[in-house]
Nanobody
């Protein structure tokens, strides 16, 4: 059984920074592709950033240059460093782990950016 637990969300002023963490339990973490998604009120969930098992990264255009995804296979963890936050980044952020047909989600962490 794979469980994902996010942490690090909160309230921050525009221009500020936050670092989200996702702790993953279970085996084979290094084989999973990991991603951060977000969902704002009234909007669909969208991919923010992803990182493959080999470390290749991908970002949504809206966060390129501001957000950085990373993983620590020794700690079974993935991180999202968010800089220059904007009110439009306000959302619930979810951690995702995917491997072949398996797909797991965390419970989400709220990020609120005030103007």
């Amino acid at each position: 059984q794979v469980q994902l637990v996010e942490s690090g969300g909160g309230l921050v002023q525009s221009g500020g920074s936050l670092r989200l963490s996702c702790a993953v339990s279970g085996s084979f973490f290094r084989q999973y592709a990991m991603g951060w998604y977000r969902q704002a009120p009234g909007k669909q969930r969208e991919l923010v950033a992803s990182i493959t098992s080999s470390g290749s990264t991908n970002y949504a255009d809206s966060v390129k240059g501001r957000f950085t995804i990373s993983r620590d296979n020794a700690k079974n963890a993935v991180y999202l460093q968010m800089n220059s936050l904007e009110p439009e980044d306000t959302a619930v952020y979810y951690c995702n782990a995917a491997l072949r047909l398996m797909n797991y989600w965390g419970q989400g962490t709220q990020v609120t950016v005030s103007s």
